[in-house]
């Protein structure tokens, strides 16, 4: 079991290895971990599409077995942690 510095460790780790710099944006905490969402550090700061990450889905750390799952972006994020709980075993 890990805590959420721990969590917040592996997903900075995950996103410094990214090509271009990156930034959590959002945060969460739900029954079986945390989520991170991220964007580029230069969209954020131009505004620019063409700066815009796409494609990138939420960052999910397991509290339970501390493994990081890159989730889709193909349905809002409440339906995916409700997909990820309801079939726990097949991501861990």
């Known amino acids: 079991m890990i805590d959420y510095?721990?969590?917040?460790?592996?997903?900075?780790?995950?996103?410094?290895?990214?090509?271009?710099?990156?930034?959590?944006?959002?945060q969460g905490e739900f029954s079986e971990g945390w989520y991170f969402c991220y964007q580029?550090?230069?969209?954020?700061?131009?505004?620019?599409?063409s700066d815009q990450l796409v494609g990138n889905g939420p960052v999910v750390v397991d509290r339970?077995?501390?493994?990081?799952?890159?989730?889709?972006?193909?349905?809002?994020?409440?339906?995916?942690l409700e997909d990820y709980v309801a079939t726990k075993g097949r991501y861990s």
């Open 40 to 49: 580029s550090v230069e969209f954020l700061k131009t505004g620019e599409i």
């Open 64 to 80: 339970f077995s501390g493994k990081l799952h890159v989730m889709g972006t193909h349905k809002p994020l409440r339906l995916q």
């Open 5 to 26: 510095d721990m969590a917040l460790a592996r997903v900075l780790k995950y996103l410094s290895e990214f090509e271009v710099p990156v930034e959590i944006i959002s």
